[in-house]
């Protein structure tokens, strides 16, 4: 259901860059959500990382998606 692409710039060698072109139109599971990266273009998005390593593109205007991103910034700031 969820697709990437994958952009290629000679300044990221060996960094791939995912960029979402879908949105999950799930919520997901906080508990399982480790990362998450804020994309602009070509979508207004958040990308996130669950700790099996897999990316799941949500839309940045959902409130959970909200309430996701700070726990995450908060589990951050505790280690």
């Known amino acids: 259901f969820i697709y ?3 952009l290629g ?3 990221s ?3 791939r860059k995912y960029s979402c ?8 599971s906080i ?7 804020k ?3 070509p979508i207004d998005a958040i990308m996130f990382i669950t700790a ?4 799941i593109c949500v839309s940045a205007r959902q409130s959970w998606v909200q ?3 700070k726990r995450i910034d908060e589990r951050r700031a505790a280690k």
């Open 21 to 28: 072109a879908t949105l999950s139109p799930r919520q997901l």
């Open 39 to 41: 994309q602009q273009v």
């Open 13 to 15: 060698q060996s960094m």
């Open 9 to 11: 710039s000679a300044s």
């Open 31 to 37: 508990q399982n959500l480790i990362n998450y990266e």
């Open 4 to 6: 990437f692409s994958l």
């Open 67 to 69: 309430a996701a991103i």
């Open 52 to 55: 099996k390593g897999i990316r």
